[in-house]
């Protein structure tokens, strides 16, 4: 676990685009070393660009970078950069991974990694060509909830799986005059809901139970148009009054049926998954449910650090009990000294800082990896088709993930 290099020497932080998620990797990596003081790992801050001067500067002047630019080049250039935060929108992070692997730096990039299978298939193969470590913004599955839940999965205590459930709803548009961001653009971020949020989905659905072969899906678009926001101004989430109306590209919709990869004997697991990014009443109710044959969980990300579990097919007492996050689970520990005191969801961002700061530095490799958003943008990529063709669709098995491995006899899954 330990670095290789001398303790006292900073890794150096380079970010790329300085909106929510940038200044939330920057807040990660600061936590890094008071949250994990027996790595070694310690952090600087050297330089972040963005093409808003006013967030390059909040950089600078807020964040506590060393400098900041416009241009991202200058952060890949920078011989004091060890590792770079891709936080910009979808539509650059193909070019900008790139750019990182060829420029020889390690990243940690925002989900959906590119604006389709395709170009996530891209960036991993840079970053393998180049040999730099990665890591994705999955960071749902650090919830310790989330950990315990795979934990008991693994270990066979809910018996075979059989089916999930899961539904990522959120209301960020429900308001018809919800701004016209980046995100509703193909151009600009490729699909809609299925790339923002059912990626989120698919990758737990991934790690916990196993990789998906198979998906037929409906998509649909509730508003057609919304008021224009400028890029690097505002969030996804404001709302403007009688602006200018500009075209809904993508889906805010999208349902689909899955069969996971190990179906072919008709044994294994299926099930439905949702996402909503217009959903009236969710606020960001991500939840998933596993069911097996010897019991059942589910979580819900609204209450994150709670998990729903129940174990056993008979007695007088069949049904839920809610377990509360507790120093046994994932991290927990780390944030909190005892069960009931809540952790939040910039914990979870610390939790992926740590992971990849760990493997960069040759330690155990518990970070999500680029292959793991190809995997999950395949998915994705197969329910846009199949919308399109109301067919299923078939996903081929990508190699180099992290998702969860079914034993043959079909009882449980190992990590
Ligand atoms: N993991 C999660 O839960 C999660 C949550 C939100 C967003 N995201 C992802 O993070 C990424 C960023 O989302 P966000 O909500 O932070 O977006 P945002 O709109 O808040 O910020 C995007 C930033 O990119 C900057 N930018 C635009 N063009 C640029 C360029 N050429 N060079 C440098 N910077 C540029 C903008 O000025 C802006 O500051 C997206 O891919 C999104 O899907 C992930």
């Known amino acids: 676990m330990m670095r290789e290099t001398a303790a006292t020497t900073p890794i150096g ?36 660009a963005d093409s808003s001067d006013a967030r390059a500067a909040f950089a600078r002047d807020v964040l506590g970078y060393a400098t900041s630019a416009l241009d991202y080049r200058e952060v890949l250039a920078n011989p004091e950069v060890d590792v770079v935060s891709i936080c910009a929108p979808n539509f650059l992070h193909a ?34 060509a ?63 809901v299925l790339g923002d949020l059912m990626g989120h989905l698919v990758d737990l659905m991934h790690y916990l139970v196993g990789p998906i072969g198979e998906v037929s899906a409906v998509t649909s678009t509730v508003y057609t148009q919304r008021p224009v926001l400028q890029m690097g101004q505002g969030t996804h989430f404001a709302v403007i ?15 689909m ?7 072919a004997e008709g044994s294994g697991a299926v099930g439905t998954l949702e996402a909503s990014r217009v959903a009236v009443g969710p606020r960001a109710r991500y939840t998933f449910e596993i069911y097996g044959t010897e019991g059942s969980l589910s979580w819900n990300f609204e209450r994150m650090n709670e998990l729903e579990v129940a174990i056993g097919r008979t007695g007088d007492h069949i049904g839920y ?9 994932g991290d927990f520990s780390r944030f909190q000294p005892g069960a009931g005191t809540a952790m939040g969801y910039d914990d979870l961002k610390v939790i992926e800082a740590k992971k990849f700061l760990v493997a960069v530095s040759g330690g155990e490799r518990l970070n999500s990896t680029i292959h793991d ?35 043959p006899s079909g009882v449980g899954s190992r990590a």
């Open 13 to 48: 932080v380079g970010l790329i685009s300085v909106g929510w998620m940038g200044q939330l990797h920057s807040k990660a990596y600061r936590a890094v070393p008071m949250v994990y003081p027996e790595l070694g790992i310690t952090t600087r801050l050297v330089q972040a």
């Open 257 to 263: 049926l899955v069969r996971f990869a190990d179906d």
């Open 95 to 128: 070019e900008m991974g790139i750019a990182a692997a060829e420029a020889g730096k390690s990243f940690w990039i925002e989900k959906p990694a590119g604006r389709s299978a395709a170009e996530t298939g891209a960036i991993a193969a840079a970053a393998d």
């Open 130 to 192: 180049a040999g730099v470590v990665t890591s994705v913004g999955f960071n749902y599955r650090h919830a310790p909830a989330v950990e315990h839940a795979k934990k008991l999965i693994a270990e066979g205590s809910l018996g075979r799986i059989t089916n999930v459930r899961g539904t990522f709803f959120a209301d960020y548009s429900a308001e018809p005059h919800g701004a016209l961001s980046w995100r509703f653009t193909r151009a600009l971020a490729g699909s809609g």
């Open 241 to 255: 009054e009688n602006g200018e109306l500009g075209p809904v590209e993508n889906e805010d919709y999208s349902a």
């Open 373 to 407: 958003a190809v995997a999950a943008a395949r998915v994705v990529s197969a329910a846009e088709e199949s919308g399109i063709s109301r067919g299923w669709v078939a996903i081929p098995p990508t190699v180099g993930t992290t998702a969860a491995v079914r034993e």
């Open 321 to 329: 009990t809610t377990v509360y996050a507790s120093p046994g689970f």
